[in-house]
């Protein structure tokens, strides 16, 4: 019976409707990693903007590190980045900053960590 809808024992491979049904999880799953590799590059541009703020705040003239600190704390904060360390090292003639974050998941099994560096020099 050639154009049968009946299936033969002998037949190999998934019905109709269970392919579907595993291909429209497979297509979930990578919608949702794509999700969260966008969240992970978003937070890893705040990281990069917070070192940089916070390295161009402590390099004004007369600033101290805690004002470049608070700078790079508040441009993580503002971006959503979570266990947020900063440290601003002050140096003779130039300022470091290094940032380590987490970046809140979509899927929320992992909070990935973003890091960022920033160096600026020292006015004088």
Known sequence: MKGSAVARADERGLSESVQWAVLGAAIIGCLLALID???????????????????????????????????????????????????????????????????PSFIGWVTPDVHAHATRPKEQ
């Open 37 to 103: 590799a966008s969240l992970w590059l978003h937070g890893r541009s705040v990281a990069v903007a917070a070192a940089i703020d916070g390295a161009s705040a402590a390099s004004h003239w007369q600033a101290s590190t805690s004002d470049g600190e608070a700078a790079a704390r508040a441009t993580a904060a503002s971006g959503g980045l979570t266990s947020v360390s900063v440290t601003v090292v002050a140096q003779a003639n130039r300022i470091d900053v290094t940032i380590d974050a987490k970046v």
